[in-house]
């Protein structure tokens, strides 16, 4: 099997308002928002560090500053933790500044997911790249974007991670076709759509927030018109690309590659709802071993006293 080329750079997705978690997010990014004692949008870089992407791009929005600042050196900060002899917390401290190499760039209009990703094409050039969104937090112990980004290597193409939901929710998710393959957790992707009916879903694997992508997605997105919600939908940019590689008669006609899906069962936290976000926190607290003891016991208690 072909081996393509290495991929080493992550683009993250954070220019939304967070409208759903007013007026937490009147002036502190949504994606600043603490699980348990670290932002949300830490635990994402961290995942793409851990499956070797080391070049991040954040693209943001206006009043996203301090996502810049965190990732950024607090030289007080740090100072006055070192004067005090706190080692462990000057190690947290610095933690976020060292993990990767970080730029940043502005969607300067919110014109959907498609339109942010088209963002990062100066940055990513000609090369496949790892998309993440802040909103899906997938548990370290469940390595899903380094098996993406495995499969891309040896396969070519886009791949797009999938999760079976319930028929009846899948109308808020893209929505994928699919194919068996060889591989047991690996699909090809024959068609897409953005947050079907029930009725109308070609099937129950929903698109989650993690994609490894060929850079040909950034012609397809140039040209795609605003779709569901008025927006540019990076759905219908991978429909486009998968539509093409299954309809052409001769390899030279299959421009940017076969779409796959890595079909993930694994543990995810969904921090985009307000409902899930505390969810998310109550299980990563109680696997904490510093904090899961004292919390579960207290969890317990709660609920045999409350409900």
Known sequence: MTQHPRISKAVIPAAGLGTRFLPATK???????????????????????????????????????????????????????????????????????????????????????????????PHVGDEPFAVLLGDDLIDPRDPLLQRMVEVQEQRGGSVIALMEVEPEQIHLYGCAAVETTEDSDVVQVSGLVEKPDPADAPSNYAVIGRYVLDPHIFDILRRTEPGRGGEIQLTDALQQLAETYTSAATAAEKTGGPVHGVVFKGRRYDTGDRGDYLRAIVRLACEREDLGPDFRTWLRSYVAEEM
């Open 27 to 121: 002036a502190t990014p949504k994606e600043m928002l603490p699980v348990v004692d670290k932002p949300a949008i830490q635990y994402v870089v961290e995942e793409a560090v851990a499956a070797g992407l080391d070049d991040v791009l954040m693209v943001t929005g206006r009043n996203k500053r301090p996502l810049e600042d965190h990732f950024d050196r607090n030289y007080e900060l740090e100072s006055a933790l070192q004067k005090k002899g706190d080692a462990g917390r000057l190690a947290k401290v610095q933690e976020s500044s060292d993990l990767a190499t970080m730029h940043y760039v502005r969607q300067g209009d919110p014109k959907g997911l498609g339109h942010a990703v088209l963002c990062a094409a």
